[in-house]
Structure formats: structure tokens, C-alpha cells
Nanobody, 128 residues
């Protein structure tokens, strides 16, 4: 059974940084065979794409709103993906979810429907 567990959320002032982690378990070579992605959902809004990392590690995609401020990465030995968030803004406030697809070596994607497994989410609050 695939399980994704996020951590690292919290309260931070505008301009600050946070690093989110997403630990994957339940199948071998989790981060080297499957794309990883981060989405977020603010109150009253749809869940939106934030960043994605291809299974090969060679391709990353970012939403325009976070480009240049957020970085997605992974540690294969730990089966863990990360989202480094710098220069945070109040509009980054949301619950952040990591996601992974179920089939190996798929093309990288930015849409929710491409991802089959989701974590429980971690709250990020940025104060002004």
C-alpha cells in the first residue's frame, strides 16, 4: 500500500522560508520510478499545481506563481521528496499536498488527474 506523509509546514513571516518533506513508502524505488508533485489548496479555492519532478530527476515544472522561489528535489536513498520554499508571501498560505502517480516512468504532468496517490497535507501559513 502506497503511503505519502508530508511534514515541515508551519507559520512563517513573509519573506521567510520553509522546507516541506514527503516520505513515500509501500513500493520499492518509489522516487526513481514515479513522478512526484506538490499541489496546494487555499481556503475556498481549488487545489492547484505547484511543482513536479520527473521520475528520472531530469525535468522539473513549476507554477508561474512560485517559479524562482520554490525548488522541488528528492533524496532517493530516503524515498523522500522536498519542496524548498523561499521568499514566502501571504498568498502562499494553503494546505500543501504531495502526490505520486501509480504507473512507472510516465511523462511528467501538472494536472491532478495524473496523480493517484496523495498525502494528508501539511498547513503552511505566511503572515504579512
Amino acid at each position: 500500500q502506497v503511503q505519502l506523509v508530508e511534514s515541515g509546514g508551519g507559520l512563517v513571516q513573509a519573506g521567510g522560508s520553509l522546507r516541506l518533506s514527503c516520505a513515500a513508502s509501500g513500493r520499492p524505488f518509489s522516487t526513481t520510478l514515479y513522478n512526484m508533485a506538490w499541489f496546494r489548496q487555499a481556503p475556498g479555492k481549488e487545489r492547484e499545481f505547484v511543482a513536479a519532478l520527473s521520475w528520472s530527476g531530469g525535468t522539473t515544472y513549476y507554477a508561474d506563481s512560485v517559479k524562482g522561489r520554490f525548488t522541488i528535489s528528492r533524496d532517493n536513498a530516503k524515498n523522500t521528496a522536498y519542496l524548498q520554499m523561499d521568499s514566502l508571501k501571504p498568498e502562499d498560505t494553503a494546505i500543501y499536498y504531495c502526490a505520486q502517480n501509480s504507473r512507472p516512468r510516465r511523462p511528467i504532468a501538472t494536472t491532478r488527474g495524473e496523480y493517484d496517490y496523495w498525502g494528508q497535507g501539511t498547513q503552511v501559513t505566511v503572515s504579512s
